[in-house]
């Protein structure tokens, strides 16, 4: 079986991301390691070694993994979205005003043609996500 996991960069603050996403979908952080703890040494300055090299966590059935792009590397994500598929347009509301607090809205929460609810926005972390909620049958 094939499965689809995204992998965000972070300019230097992916720990406060997991943290504000693992608060806000109630889900752990499965797992987080910074440069410093890498085996064989860090690969980066001693001022990076905080910094995340790789953190997991799962939301439902799928994974969300992410690091902090290495000193010099960070580019701000274009022209992808995470979307975060809910099962009421009450739970889409909720983590909507949640997530995107202190974001940009691209998109306020709605009923569209296609979904129940449709909303889209760039978090305070610069990662762009889509809310939807399939129509109710």
Known sequence: MQSLTPY????????????????????PIDAIMTYGE?????????????KIMHASMKIGASTLMASDAPPGNYQKPQGVSICLQTDTAAEAETLYG???AGGEIQMPIEKTFWAERF???????????MINCDPVE
């Open 98 to 100: 949640a997530l995107s």
């Open 119 to 129: 909303g889209a926005f760039t978090d305070k972390f610069g990662i762009k996500w």
């Open 8 to 27: 965000v960069f972070y300019n230097g603050d992916c720990r406060a991301a997991f943290e504000f996403y693992r608060d806000i979908l109630q889900t």
């Open 38 to 50: 890498a085996p064989g040494g860090s690969p980066v300055a001693d001022d990076y070694k905080n």
